[in-house]
Nanobody, 124 residues
Framework: QVQLVESGGGPVQAGGSLRLSCAAS????????MGWFRQGPGKEREFVAA????????AYADSVKGRFTISRDNAKNTVYLQMNSLKPEDTAVYYC?????????????????WGQGTRVTVSS
């Protein structure tokens, strides 16, 4: 049974920072690319960032490029999302996802396991 457990969300003021963590279990973590997605109020789930199995490749949505950083620690089976310079439009539930691909993928359909989400609320 694959489990992904996110943590680190919460309220923050605009301009602030948060670091999200996602602890994975139940599959060989280092053999899969990982991603972060988010779903804001009244919006569809959207891609935020992704990282390949070896961390050699990363990808970001244009809206977060330069502000967010995805990383992973395969020894700890954990993927992180460092979020800086947060804006009210970053308010969303953030989901961690595990892909069935080793290489970096950005489309939700290529992710087969999802966490329960952690809420981030950015106030102005």
């Amino acid at each position: 049974q694959v489990q992904l457990v996110e943590s680190g969300g919460g309220p923050v003021q605009a301009g602030g920072s948060l670091r999200l963590s996602c602890a994975a279990s139940g599959r060989t973590f280092s053999s899969h690319s990982m991603g972060w997605f988010r779903q804001g109020p009244g919006k569809e789930r959207e891609f935020v960032a992704a990282i390949s199995w070896s961390s050699s490749s990363t990808a970001y949505a244009d809206s977060v490029k330069g502000r967010f950083t995805i990383s992973r620690d395969n020894a700890k089976n954990t993927v992180y999302l460092q979020m800086n310079s947060l804006k009210p439009e970053d308010t969303a539930v953030y989901y961690c996802a595990s892909s069935n691909y080793i290489v970096l993928v950005t489309t939700p359909v290529k992710y087969d396991y999802w966490g329960q989400g952690t809420r981030v609320t950015v106030s102005s």
